[in-house]
């Protein structure tokens, strides 16, 4: 079991716009910000998000992030078949002295 | 350009130890944390620990602490993950990856190592 929950799978059309929830607690989310990470199959996670809503160089502005209170989000708009991937949320935990990840969710593009 | 290139996949016996290796290069080695994270098949992203390579100041995630050892060789900007005697149970994809500090999450992340243990 997880420490940060999301869900398991989502899934859209080409162009649709699709989120990814992930729930923690006051000890990681509540008190750290928010990385996500995309897992295309077969490859290494790569980091999409960082502190909560920051981009790095090179990700499409079609991924965003958002982050209330033990709560984040990630947003993809302008869905692409590219996009098909395990998405993952991480925090650092105060309590457990590390990084804690979400169980990650299977995006599937239909 | 940040790297972090990992050591080749192993295939290993129940109860034989292994060290696997992550070398970083196009940046400074020694300034960021490096962390190791287990993905076991078909399964999710769990962190181990983390070294700080200047000083090898070492944190480990309590379900890992005593079951890898983590250490660091600055003057060859390698880490490495090592098993004393491994497990059916280790099998899995291991992951180094940056991090910019303590307290934080990685960022750059290396290609990983695939551990294969089967008698």
């Known amino acids: 079991q997880s420490v940060l929950t999301q869900p398991p799978s989502a899934s859209g059309t080409p162009g649709q716009r699709v989120t990814i929830s992930c729930s923690g607690s006051s000890s990681n989310i509540g008190s750290n910000t928010v990385n996500w990470y995309q897992q295309l199959p077969g490859t290494a996670p790569k980091l999409l998000i960082y502190?909560?809503?920051q981009r790095p160089s090179g990700v499409p502005d079609r991924f965003s992030g958002s982050k209330s209170g033990t709560s984040a989000s990630l947003a993809i708009s302008g869905l692409q078949s590219e996009d098909e991937a395990d998405y993952y949320c991480?925090?650092?935990?105060?309590?457990?002295?590390?990084?804690?990840f979400g169980g990650g969710t299977k995006l599937t593009v239909l | 350009e940040v790297q972090l290139v990992q050591s080749g996949a192993e295939v290993k016996k129940p109860g034989e130890s292994l060290k696997i290796s992550c070398k970083g290069s196009g940046y400074s080695f020694t300034s960021y944390w490096i962390g190791w994270v287990r993905q076991m098949p078909g399964k999710g992203l769990e962190w181990m620990g983390i070294i700080y390579p200047r000083d090898s100041d070492t944190r480990y995630s309590p379900s890992f602490q005593g079951q890898v050892t983590i250490s660091a060789d600055k003057s060859i900007s390698t880490a490495y993950l090592q098993w004393s005697s491994l497990k059916a149970s280790d099998t899995a994809m291991y992951y180094c990856a940056r991090h910019p500090g303590y307290g934080t999450q990685p960022d750059y992340w290396g290609q990983g190592t695939l551990v294969t243990v089967s008698s």
């Open positions: 502190s909560n809503n």
């Open positions: 991480a925090a650092w935990d105060d309590s457990l002295m590390g990084v804690v």
